[in-house]
């Protein structure tokens, strides 16, 4: 947050496409690794900035310290850092927080001490400050009601992707674009009801796939399968809109 809104170096990562990194993407994670280090030592590691560490491990944490790079070099608010915990594979908890808009959810895909399986809005800061507000998203009767979101066609990588895309537009009443980490948030919150995305890492879907799941919606790959093995994701918060969904991109490569 110190570094967000000042002009700093940028460097580019991308062999085809811009894709910045910043300092700020580098140190926040190895703050990150430096807590998980300390605290459970056992457990793997699996950062964007960093790569892989102890890879065999069943837990995993999956971490993308900045999500929307180019939102935050560009100051616009609602980049997001994602913190996933998998077990052998599978998310069992995923955290979006957007501290510039003032935003954390997190997502329970089982029970953790005190907080029973469910998605929840974390308010206040430091342990004793702390409330946590169940999230559910919201029912949807079909796509001509249905609010959608995608980051832009940077995540709509080949032209039957984007043809799919621009039916779903067609059908259904409205589209934002521009929310990286953050949409899958709102999707949480019951704010829209889809997000359409490919070409993603499991850096990128970890978390939010938690998120979702947690709060009551589907998160699959335009296939029915795993996100996190084909890079393709559609979420939705009620099954109508995730079903109309899937019959759009399923032939979509």
């Given at each position: 947050m110190p570094r967000f809104g000042q002009p700093q170096p940028v460097s580019d990562k991308g062999l085809l496409a811009f894709d910045p990194v910043?300092?700020?993407?580098?140190?926040?994670?190895?703050?990150?690794?430096r807590v998980l280090a300390r605290e459970v030592p056992e457990h793997g590691i699996h950062g964007e900035e960093?790569?892989?560490?102890?890879?065999?491990?069943?837990?995993?944490?999956?971490?993308?310290?900045?999500?929307?790079?180019?939102?935050y070099i560009s100051g616009?608010?609602?980049?997001?850092t994602?913190?996933?915990?998998?077990?052998?594979?599978?998310?069992?908890?995923?955290?979006?927080?957007?501290?510039?808009?003032?935003?954390?959810?997190?997502g329970l895909v089982c029970d953790a001490g005190a907080h029973r399986a469910g998605a929840y809005r974390i308010e206040g800061r430091g342990i004793e400050g702390r409330a946590f507000r169940p999230l559910a998203t919201r029912p949807c009767p079909s796509l001509d009601r249905a609010t959608l979101a995608t980051t832009g066609p940077e995540l709509l990588p080949s032209p039957a992707i984007?043809?799919?895309?621009?039916?779903?537009?067609?059908?259904?009443?409205?589209?934002?674009?521009?929310?990286?980490?953050?949409?899958y948030a709102l999707l949480a919150r019951g704010l829209i009801d889809g997000v359409v995305e490919a070409g993603l890492k499991p850096y990128d879907l970890a978390?939010?796939?938690?998120?979702?799941?947690?709060?009551?919606g589907l998160a699959t790959s335009f296939d029915g399968g795993d996100p996190l093995q084909s890079?393709?994701?559609?979420?939705a918060g009620d099954p109508r809109v995730h079903a109309a969904l899937r019959l759009l991109f399923a032939s979509a490569r």
């Open positions: 910043t300092e700020a993407d580098r140190r926040a994670e190895q703050a990150m690794r960093h790569g892989l560490h102890l890879a065999s491990a069943p837990y995993r944490w999956v971490l993308d310290p900045i999500d929307g790079t180019r939102a616009f608010p609602t980049w997001v994602l913190i996933a915990l998998l077990f052998e594979g599978e998310p069992l908890l995923g955290l979006i927080d957007a501290p510039a808009v003032g935003v954390t959810v997190l984007l043809k799919a895309w621009w039916r779903a537009c067609a059908r259904s009443r409205l589209q934002r674009y521009g929310g990286d980490g953050f949409a978390a939010p796939l938690a998120v979702v799941r947690a709060a009551g890079g393709q994701v559609i979420a």
